[in-house]
Nanobody, 120 residues
Framework: QVQPVESGGGSVQAGGSLRLSCTAPGFTANNCGMNWYRQAAGKQREWVSSITTDGDVRYTDSVKGRFTISQDKDKDTVYLQMNSLKPEDTAMYSC??????????????WGQGTQVTVSS
């Protein structure tokens, strides 16, 4: 499967918004899902959000109410709308496309990532 490609990162001030995109040909047909992760400098990678092609969405507690994950099945694209950004959201954001391992659908291919920097 083709690896995902992220876009939409940038530098914003605290309270601002960004929309990240993750495009992966075959995502919809794969009938699994996508994760968003982030990794700040000097910190471990953190799971942020996930979505399945059936529409199940989940978020880590620190972004609930601020971030929204969605998908455009026609474009094989997953979005992460990030509002009310905080400096602690500064990180490299990467998407991970699920794949099938037998009857289990879980994380597989990673994108290269897109940098998000939030200044105070």
């Amino acid at each position: 499967q083709v690896q995902p490609v992220e876009s939409g990162g940038g530098s914003v001030q605290a309270g601002g918004s960004l929309r990240l995109s993750c495009t992966a040909p075959g995502f919809t047909a794969n009938n699994c899902g996508m994760n968003w992760y982030r990794q700040a400098a000097g910190k471990q990678r953190e799971w942020v959000s996930s979505i399945t092609t059936d529409g199940d969405v989940r978020y880590t507690d620190s972004v609930k109410g601020r971030f929204t994950i969605s998908q455009d099945k026609d474009k094989d694209t997953v979005y992460l709308q990030m509002n009310s950004l905080k400096p602690e959201d500064t990180a490299m954001y990467s998407c991970q496309m699920y794949r099938w391992y037998g009857r289990t659908c879980r994380g597989g291919l990673w994108g290269q990532g897109t940098q998000v920097t939030v200044s105070s």
